[in-house]
Antibody, heavy 120, light 108 residues
C-alpha cells in the first residue's frame, strides 16, 4: 500500500534541532521522477512549504527557512529527512511529508503529519 | 512571493447544497498552476484539483475547479457528509510554493 509516514520527536527544546523522517512504502523513493517535500502547519494557521528533495539529493528550499533547513534522502532505507535548527516557538506545527510527481510543485500524496511542540 | 487569500474563512452549508470557495492571488499565477486540497481532522491532506481545473485521480466529479490569473474557485456541486472539511489552495507557478489560509466548510 502506497503511503508516507512521518516520525520523530514530538517535543523539541528551544534553540535545538528538529529532526523528522518520512518513510515511504509501496513505491521506490528513487523511481519515476518523484520528488519529496515537507510542509508544515502551525496550529490554526495555513500550510507552509518547507522544501523539496529529489532522490539524487537536489534540494529546493523556501527562502524564509533556507538558512535553518537541511533535507536529505536515504534511498537504501526508502526514506527522506528534515532537519530544522535553532527552533523557536514559531516552529511548533504539524509537519507533513508529501510526494510531488514530476517536480511540478503540487503534492499528490501526503502523510498524516506529526505534531511538534517547542518547549523547555 | 505570491500570497493566496481564501474566502470565506468559514462556509456553512447544508448537505446536498452547493459550495463555492474562492482563492485570490496577490499576483498572477503562472500557467494557472493552482491546486486545491481537502483536510479532514487527523487525516492526510488530499489533492483534489491541480492546474486550476484538473481533477486528481479518484476525485468525484462533484468537485470542480476554475479560474485563471489571480482568481480561482473550487465548487462542490452537492455536499456529501464526508465533504465537511477544510480546503486549501496552493500555487506552484513560482517559487516559493505558497498556500492559502484555508476555508472551513461546516454543516449548517
Amino acid at each position: 500500500q502506497l503511503q508516507l509516514q512521518e516520525s520523530g520527536p514530538g517535543l523539541v527544546q528551544p534553540s535545538e534541532t528538529l529532526s523528522l523522517t518520512c518513510t515511504v512504502s509501496g513505491v521506490s523513493i528513487s523511481g519515476n521522477n518523484f520528488y519529496w517535500g515537507w510542509i508544515r502547519q502551525p496550529p490554526g494557521k495555513g500550510l507552509e512549504w518547507i522544501g523539496t528533495i529529489y532522490f539524487s539529493g537536489r534540494t529546493y528550499y523556501n527562502p524564509s527557512l533556507k538558512s535553518r533547513v537541511t533535507l536529505s534522502v536515504d534511498t537504501s532505507k526508502n526514506h527522506f529527512s528534515l532537519k530544522l535548527n535553532s527552533v523557536t516557538a514559531a516552529d511548533a506545527a504539524a509537519y507533513f511529508c508529501a510526494r510531488d510527481v514530476m517536480g511540478d510543485g503540487f503534492f499528490d500524496l501526503w502523510g498524516r503529519g506529526t505534531l511538534v511542540t517547542v518547549s523547555s | 512571493e505570491i500570497v493566496l487569500t481564501q474566502f470565506p474563512g468559514t462556509l456553512s452549508v447544508s448537505p446536498g447544497e452547493r459550495a463555492t470557495l474562492s482563492c485570490r492571488a496577490s499576483q498572477s499565477v503562472s500557467n494557472s498552476y493552482l491546486a486545491w486540497y481537502q483536510q479532514r481532522p487527523g487525516q492526510a491532506p488530499r489533492l483534489l484539483i491541480h492546474a486550476a481545473s484538473s481533477r486528481a485521480t479518484g476525485i468525484p466529479d462533484r468537485f470542480s475547479g476554475s479560474g485563471s490569473g489571480t482568481d480561482f474557485t473550487l465548487t462542490i456541486s452537492s455536499l456529501e457528509p464526508e465533504d465537511f472539511a477544510v480546503y486549501s489552495c496552493q500555487q506552484y507557478g513560482s517559487s516559493p510554493l505558497t498556500f492559502g489560509g484555508g476555508t472551513k466548510v461546516e454543516i449548517k
